[in-house]
Every structure is written in C-alpha cells, then in structure tokens.
C-alpha cells in the first residue's frame, strides 16, 4: 500500500502521467473530514469500500462452478 501526505488542492495521478487513468484530487478538508475528488473514465468504476462490499456479497460465487474441458485429440 502507497500511503502519501497531499494538502488540499493537491492531485495524485493514477497510471501514465502522459495518458493518465484516473486522477484523485484532494477537494476540502474540514476538521477531521476529507473530500476526495475522483476523475476518471465513465468506463472505470469508482466506490467505496462499504459499496464495493455490498457489490460483492450480491454476485453468486462462481469459485468452482467452472469444470475443465477436455482438450480434443
């Protein structure tokens, strides 16, 4: 894990700095509060980890639904 110091107007890019994938800009901070302001792609999905969570325990496993074939001959 990459953990960094940024102050409030302050941008990570994400990926090629030439062509990035995203950005992550620090928005406001108030008090113990932080507001993060997320540019990427409308192809990218961006959530929280509480939503990401949620995403997760709503798809059915598929952890050993799928059987070797065998190779033809």
């Known amino acids: 894990m990459l953990v960094i110091t940024r102050r409030e107007g302050e941008e990570v890019v994400i990926g090629d700095p030439a062509n990035p ?37 709503q798809k059915p496993a598929v952890v050993g639904s799928i059987r070797p074939t065998a190779t033809p001959r």
Do not use: M, T, Y
């Not at 540019?39 to 990218?44: A, G, I, L, S, T």
């Open 21 to 57: 994938s995203g950005v992550v800009r620090v928005a406001s901070i108030k008090g113990d509060r932080v507001r993060l302001a997320f540019d990427f792609p409308r192809e990218v999905d961006v959530h929280r980890r509480e939503v990401a969570d949620q995403i997760l325990a």
